[in-house]
Each structure stands twice: as structure tokens, then as C-alpha cells.
């Protein structure tokens, strides 16, 4: 499957008016996660590239991280719904809506902003290098599988 390319400015800005359809009481059509949550929970992908709030994987950990998730998260096909997460991504206390809703907007519009050619072969927090294409599968279709999950 092709994904938004959340490299480009009129895509990444689709992105962001589906972030801007949600409210603080939409409710999830699947799943567990308040809203807040969800986005707090999409955060955490670019936490991963922006910060050093999440320690990264070493030795065998990241080996088996390589081995079974990198493909599911940077390959073509769409996320199952219900799938498990990484303990990083575990949100599991509440939120404020407008906090992570301004945090996510501000992450989609800076790494549009730089560009793909910064991401390319750019080391991810426990997948090794990836290509430009990967890094956009990842952030692309993280955010679409939980705006879907919202319904916007």
C-alpha cells in the first residue's frame, strides 16, 4: 500500500486537518485509548527521533525488535486493528487533549518541514538506518491507523 507522503506539505496538511476534526470527546470505533491518549500514543513515534525521553533498545533486545517489528512497522501493509504495541507506546494515564493535539501537529509539521532528504539513512530509535520511503511508511501509517481508529 502507498502512504501519504507526510514529506510533502499538502499531505502532511491533510494530516493535520484530520488531527484538527477530532475533539476532546470523540469516541474510538476500536480499541481502548481515550483520544488524549491516542495522541499522546502517536507522539511517542516522534519522541523516539526528536527527544531522548525513551532509552533505546540494545544487544539482543534490539536484535529481535529488528527481526519481528520492523517489518510490520515499515512495511506496506496496514496495521491490524487491536495489534499490540511497544511498551514505549503504552499510554495508559489520562491526557490533555489540546496539549498532545498542538504536540502532534508541531511533529508532523517539523519533520515535513525537514524534509525527506534528512531522514534518509537516519538512524531509527531500534530499527538500524532507514530510507526516506521507511521513515514516511512509519510516521504515515502510524497516524492514519489512529485517525482511522477515531473515524476522521
Not at 539482543?60 to 486493528?81: E, R, S, T
Not at 531500534?126 to 491507523?145: C, I, V, Y
Amino acid at each position: 500500500m502507498n502512504w501519504k507522503n507526510l514529506f510533502e506539505e499538502k499531505e502532511s496538511q491533510e494530516a493535520i486537518e484530520r488531527v484538527n476534526a477530532l475533539t476532546p470527546e470523540t469516541q474510538p470505533q476500536w480499541g481502548k485509548m481515550s483520544v488524549a491518549q491516542m495522541l499522546a500514543h502517536c507522539n511517542v513515534a516522534y519522541e523516539l527521533v526528536y527527544t531522548d525521553k525513551h532509552p533505546k533498545p540494545k544487544g539482543f533486545q534490539k536484535f529481535m525488535i529488528k527481526l519481528f517489528a520492523k517489518n510490520i512497522v515499515v512495511g506496506p501493509k496496514p496495521y491490524k486493528k487491536n495489534i499490540r504495541t511497544a511498551p514505549a507506546f503504552l499510554i495508559t494515564d489520562e491526557r490533555e487533549f489540546e496539549t498532545e493535539k498542538k504536540r502532534l501537529i508541531d511533529y508532523v509539521q517539523k519533520t515535513q518541514e525537514l524534509g525527506a532528504s534528512h531522514f534518509d539513512g537516519k538512524e531509527s530509535h531500534a530499527f538500524g538506518a532507514l530510507s526516506k520511503k521507511e521513515w514516511n511508511t512509519l510516521f504515515s501509517k502510524h497516524l492514519d491507523h489512529h485517525l482511522n481508529q477515531f473515524g476522521v
